[in-house]
């Protein structure tokens, strides 16, 4: 997994006395060649004669200072001591040779002279965009793959919601009357939460409305830095005091415990960083040494000694494999996290590295100094990416989710730059040194605070809405008015919505108790159908069978009358007495009294089935007229909902602002009584 150190050295001892005399060799070449070739800039035509004006004294084969020869385009393509110089990634301001000539970076070349003419500027930058052609029949060298292509990762982003503070106490452990110079701000990776460090403590806010909503004490000192878990769930914070002591203290976000202190240093603590699983912290700091301690036992793991003067910025990478580590004097070492082992030395500023930032996906640092530079690495293969002119001492760098990056600095300024590495915008300015700066989990807000103690919270696509915060929040006291009297407010905004809603509530019950009676004529309804159709169902069978019943009836009488018929002539003969007759005459009765009850029994079964019919058709027929009410009243109810809603979710609202200011009173006042 190791890959290998390439120790960089940042000077590209470009040499020679320069004229302002501008080269004319373009504008000649294009003059007399054909359309298709004027459009090429090439090597021997256009960029050997500017190095020769300027740079090939000091950069040739014969001198090659710095490594670096300029007289011929193999040699140019080879670079110097750290690498290519003309070409990266296709990016002209990639390009080392183009940052040092452009005077974007330092050294400057020429030396302590001005820039070489706007139009041979213009000519290296043509150059180098097409491909940095040898001559007019060259074809442009393949670009490679641009190391600062990005995608956004979301590793560390919790399952659930993101931590915010629950139940942080909102005393105030040191109260001042004026701020001191901003030390420490960092925002929550996931949540609208920033920390911001003060005097003994680090005071939270909302990120977006700027309410305070706690502080943690930090008894020890002053907070140097503050990083927050990769969850979001801790808060790392560095600090102590200067010749006394220095340690790393770790919060709970969402109630402020501190849940453990690492470190017993005898000076203070510059800067810190814990891995993503809180197993191991990392703080520099005056002693020069990288220290990694382990937090289950408090154990020194490593002792790194390879800085030579006060260490000023300490950070892990996201995946927990490297840790980045910057000095006063412009060291900047990137170690292996497991081993303690070195792995890249980064050379290149010429000021103290005062920051550095992973991006997201481990691959790219960022790394601020006071050189007025911020520069990107390549964690691959340990190349300068790029090198930013940020215009005055960088105080502060670092990466938001999406590869931006902010800046703090000397000249007063917080500047934005997209992931490439341009600058989007400069943002307000403050009154003195910008210390320290953040953006937050969304990218849409920055924070950031100066030498005199202002803090800004700026929305980085208007910079015109702009909250102040504060590292010295006033005491508990005037806390606890300011709390009262926005209760007060908040419970009379509560009361008008609740009187609003109410007249509303009545009319959607009124509306509901009407859509619920149409629903249930509508049901019962639909039930009597089934009812007379089940009850239908019974009766045509009932029919069925009488009208057997009737035929069968039929049929024995016709029998009893043959019978009977029979008798009488068998009387007439002789055959049987009157009796037998009596009996036969009995028996065609009975026969035709069951016949006709059998016939009275089908009439009544169809004079019912008739009347039911005629009640399922009448039922039938009102069935459209209920289920049109049934839909009339509730698009009624829907409506008066749809005017509930709103009034209804200001009321929530209302009530949700409410209950938390009682929750913000009630540990305002827990803090008073704890301090009495």
Not at 219 to 237: K, M, N, T
Not at 382 to 402: C, E, R
Not at 573 to 583: E, P, S, W
Request: proline share 4%.
């Amino acid at each position: 997994m190791l890959r290998r150190q390439r120790a960089f050295r940042s000077t590209i001892a470009l040499a020679a006395s320069l004229t302002s005399v501008a080269i004319s060799s373009l504008a000649l070449a294009e003059q007399s060649t054909p359309d298709s070739a004027a459009k090429k800039v090439t090597f021997e035509e256009h960029v050997k004669p500017i190095f020769r004006q300027h740079c090939l004294t000091c950069h040739n084969l014969g001198e090659k200072k710095g490594g670096l020869a300029l007289d011929s385009y193999q040699a140019v393509l080879e670079g110097g001591g750290s690498g290519e110089v003309v070409y990266d990634d296709g990016d002209y301001d990639g390009s080392r040779l183009w940052q040092l000539v452009s005077h974007e970076d330092t050294p400057i070349m020429p030396p302590g002279q001005d820039k070489i003419p706007a139009e041979q500027l213009a000519v290296l930058q043509a150059w180098i965009e097409g491909g940095i052609l040898e001559n007019s029949g060259s074809k442009a060298k393949a670009k490679k793959k641009n190391p600062l292509e990005f995608v956004a990762a979301s590793r560390g982003k919790p399952d659930g919601p993101a931590a915010m503070p629950e139940t942080v106490p909102m005393g105030v452990p040191v109260v001042t009357e004026r701020p001191a110079a901003v030390t420490a701000i960092a925002c929550s990776p996931w949540a609208p939460l920033v920390a911001v460090g003060g005097q003994r403590q680090v005071v939270l806010y909302h990120g977006d409305s700027g309410e305070l909503l706690g502080v943690l004490p930090f008894a020890e000192g002053v907070p140097q830095s503050i990083r927050f878990s990769s969850d979001g769930g801790y808060l790392f914070v560095a600090g102590g005091e200067h010749a006394v002591l220095g340690l790393v203290a770790i919060y709970d976000v969402r109630t402020g415990e501190r849940i453990a202190t690492v470190g017993d240093e005898l000076d203070i603590v510059f800067d810190g960083d814990a891995n993503s699983d809180m197993t191991r912290v990392a703080m520099g700091g005056p002693k020069r040494m990288l220290r990694i301690y382990d937090v289950t036992d408090g154990s020194l793991k490593f002792d790194l000694k390879k800085h030579t003067d006060w260490i000023l910025a300490v950070a892990f990478s996201p995946d927990d494999v490297l840790i980045a580590s910057g000095d006063r004097s412009a060291g900047l070492v990137v170690w292996e996290a497991d081993t303690g082992q070195p792995y890249l030395d980064l050379a290149g500023h010429k000021g103290a590295v005062t920051a550095v930032s992973w991006r997201d996906d481990g691959n790219v640092l960022a790394s601020g100094s006071e050189d007025g530079t911020v520069k990107l690495w390549d964690m691959h293969t340990g190349n300068q990416i790029k090198s930013i002119n940020v215009g005055g001492p960088v105080q502060d760098v670092a990466f938001d989710h999406q590869g931006r990056l902010i800046t703090a600095s000397g000249n007063r300024k917080a500047t934005v730059w997209d992931a490439g590495g341009s600058k989007v915008r400069d943002l307000p300015a403050m009154k003195e040194a910008v210390l320290e700066a953040a953006l937050s989990h969304d990218g849409k807000r920055a924070v950031y605070g100066d030498w005199s103690g202002q803090i800004f919270n700026v929305a980085t696509d208007d910079p015109k809405q702009t909250l102040t915060l504060a590292s010295n929040p006033p005491d508990e006291r005037e806390l606890l008015a300011a709390a009262s009297q926005k209760l007060k407010a908040a419970q009379a905004e509560l009361k008008k919505a609740t009187d609003d809603l109410q007249p509303i509530q009545s009319k959607v019950q009124t509306m509901k108790d009407a859509v619920n009676a149409a629903k249930q004529d509508l049901a019962s309804k639909r039930d009597r159908l089934e009812e007379l159709k089940s009850t239908l169902a019974d009766l045509n069978k009932k029919e069925q069978s009488a009208e057997e019943t009737i035929r069968k009836a039929a049929g024995a009488a016709d029998v009893s009358h043959d019978e009977m018929i029979a008798a009488k002539v068998g009387l007439k003969r002789g055959d049987i007495d009157d009796q037998q007759l009596a009996l036969a005459e009995q028996q065609v009765a009975d026969a035709f009294a069951a016949l006709a009850e059998s016939r009275r029994g089908l009439l009544a079964t169809r004079e019912q089935i008739v009347s039911l019919t005629t009640q399922r058709k009448q039922i039938q027929a009102t069935i459209p007229t209920l289920e049109k009410a049934v839909s009339d009243a509730d698009g009624r109810l829907q409506a008066a909902q749809s005017e509930l809603e709103p009034v209804d979710q200001t009321r929530r609202q209302a009530d949700a602002v409410v209950q938390k200011l009682l929750d913000r009173v009630r540990r305002i006042e827990e803090a008073i009584e704890a301090s009495i």
